[in-house]
């Protein structure tokens, strides 16, 4: 792991190695309370995730602190029936056939953005429909999450446009949360995953050889990175550290091999994601269906 310690000025660990990564996402001495005072930069870099990433004072849940009031059993209670879910998507029912009819290479950008949406909208409200506004509004948080352009977020945030785009697709869900940040998050990743599948699938020869398990396996996309704070001064892995500091958990390139997979999820975390089996799940059954019709 590298720290960049000035202090009062910035306190950041970049974590990169698989293992380290496992023993922080389970040391307590690290979490996600987020406490606002500190070096300027862990300050800034806080503030600005808490202000995107919740919506009239709550958090989204993957910023809530480990014991926060209700959280592991809202993340139990959305892992079971997601897992229910997973089970019926797996074999590659019918209602994925939209998404299959997509990675087999018809339609465009767009509408498998609104699919995936849609899908995942649809575990939190039966009806959801995916329109261009929760499109644009899923996508316009997310931007404002990884811009630099000051001048367009500081108009975003004082025309009110990024909490009109929050406020909006909270509704969409009956105000739950974890409904509102999958569609943003959660729904990049699983296009992302579905770009990579429409590629795989555009190769015959690769089609009708590759197993399921392991076209699932190219098309999953963790986050890049997530975000611990140090609750206690201290030292890990040889790496001293103080009350506040920001340890950067880099997962997308630490689940790369094989033996890290888990890391996707973070499954072995106590900040599991609650989707970890639906997501492969939805995968497979696109899969399946897409390579179904390869010998047509
Ligand atoms: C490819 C798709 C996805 C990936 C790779 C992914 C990955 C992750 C990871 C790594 C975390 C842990 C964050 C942390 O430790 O700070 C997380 C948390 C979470 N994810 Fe996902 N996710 C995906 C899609 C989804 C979807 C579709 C949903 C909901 C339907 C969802 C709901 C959540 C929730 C509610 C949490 C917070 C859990 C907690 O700490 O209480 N995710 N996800």
């Known amino acids: 792991m590298k720290r960049t310690y000035f202090p009062g000025i910035t306190d950041i660990v970049v974590v990169t190695d698989p293992a380290e990564i496992r023993t922080i996402s389970n040391d307590s001495r690290f979490d996600r309370e987020f406490i606002g005072h500190g070096p300027v930069r862990n300050v800034q870099l806080l503030r600005k995730m808490l202000r995107i990433f919740s919506l009239n004072g709550r958090r989204f849940p993957p910023m809530l602190p480990r014991t926060s ?124 995953g579905l770009h990579k599948m429409r590629e795989l699938a555009a190769d015959p020869a690769l089609r009708s050889s590759i197993t399921t398990d392991a076209a699932v396996n190219e098309c999953l996309f963790s986050p890049v990175t997530v975000v611990r704070q140090a609750t206690t001064s201290g030292e890990v892995g040889g790496c001293p550290f103080r009350k506040g500091s920001l340890f950067m958990l880099g997962l997308r390139s630490a689940s790369k091999g094989a033996a890290n997979r888990d890391l996707v999820f973070l499954s072995q975390s106590w900040s599991r994601c609650p989707a970890e089996k639906w997501v492969p799940a939805l995968l497979e059954g696109v899969w399946t269906r897409v390579s179904a019709t390869s010998h047509e």
């Open 69 to 192: 009031p209700g959280r592991a059993a809202a993340q139990d209670e959305l892992w079971a029936k997601l897992h229910r879910e997973a089970d019926a998507v797996k074999s590659g029912p019918a209602k994925l056939e939209p998404l299959a009819e997509w990675v087999r290479g018809i339609g465009t950008a767009e509408q498998i953005d609104l699919l995936v949406q849609q899908s995942i909208g649809r575990l939190f409200v039966e009806t959801f429909t995916a329109t261009e506004e929760s499109l644009a509004a899923a996508h316009m948080v997310l931007e404002a999450a990884s811009s630099s352009n000051v001048l367009k977020m500081l108009w975003w945030r004082i025309s009110g446009s990024l909490e009109r785009a929050k406020t909006l697709l909270g509704s969409m869900v009956n105000g739950e949360l974890a409904g509102a940040i999958a569609m943003i998050t959660g729904r990049q990743l699983i296009v992302d």
